[in-house]
């Protein structure tokens, strides 16, 4: 089945303690994207992929890294997280061409307390 | 950079009107696509739209996408209990930029039996 995988779904921190939130994919997607999702926010881009060691920042990259070495594997890093990266984390991928769907993982609802 | 904006944020219905949402872009739209999101969960897609003018249906969901290629709207006809969530309109960025979406702020739903 076509997927992607994000670990853990769940996810209580205290500040400062290194993390590290993993996503999968299995259809040899190119392009690969995390966002995190807020109230009244909506859905914001962190960082995305285009291939095996490409990235560049989104929309809100502080405080995030991540890594691109296999084509299947894109982990969020959070270095020392803050309350303020209390958010739903979504892993998705896609082809890579326009006009083409991303599939989304299920998600990761991360608290630092 | 393009934005999307949603209107409205949220609606509640009666079960069995018809509802419209809609997303206009700042620029013009090379590619829409519509997801549907239950609380907390997953984006689960639901159509994508290309061409000016286009329109889409599946079940009881018809999307279109205006002439002029800036705005798409949404309508559900006859709705349903199983049709509430969080919906949310995603387009490549800036022009078509093989797979990386930014996205509205979502429009909430509730349907009410």
């Known amino acids: 089945e076509a997927q992607v995988t994000q670990n853990p779904r769940y996810l209580i921190t205290v500040t400062g303690k290194k993390l590290t939130v993993t996503c999968s994919q299995n259809m040899n997607h190119e392009y690969m994207s995390w966002y995190r999702q807020d109230p009244g926010l909506g859905l914001r881009q962190i960082y995305y992929?285009?291939?095996?060691?490409?990235?560049d920042k989104g929309d809100v990259p502080e405080g995030y890294k991540v890594s691109r070495k296999e084509k299947r594997n894109f982990p969020l890093i959070l270095e020392s997280p803050s309350p303020n990266q209390t958010s739903l984390y979504f892993c998705a991928s896609s082809p890579g061409r326009s006009n083409t769907e991303a599939f989304f993982g299920q998600g990761t609802r991360l608290t630092v307390v | 950079s393009q934005e999307l904006e949603q209107s409205p944020q949220s609606l509640i219905v009666q079960e069995g009107k018809n509802l419209t949402i809609n997303c206009t872009s700042s620029k013009t739209l090379y590619g829409l696509y519509w997801y549907k999101q239950k609380y907390g969960e997953g984006l689960i897609f639901l159509m994508m739209l290309q061409k000016g003018g286009e329109e889409k249906s599946h079940e009881k969901i018809t999307a279109k996408l205006d002439e002029k290629k800036q705005q798409s709207s949404l309508h559900i006809t006859a709705s349903q209990p199983s049709h509430a969530g969080i919906y949310l309109c995603?387009?490549?960025?800036?022009?078509?930029?093989?797979?990386?979406?930014?996205f509205g702020k979502g429009t909430k739903l509730s349907v009410k039996p």
């Open positions: 995603g387009a490549d960025r800036d022009g078509g930029s093989q797979g990386n979406l930014i």
């Open positions: 992929s285009m291939n095996v060691e490409v990235t």
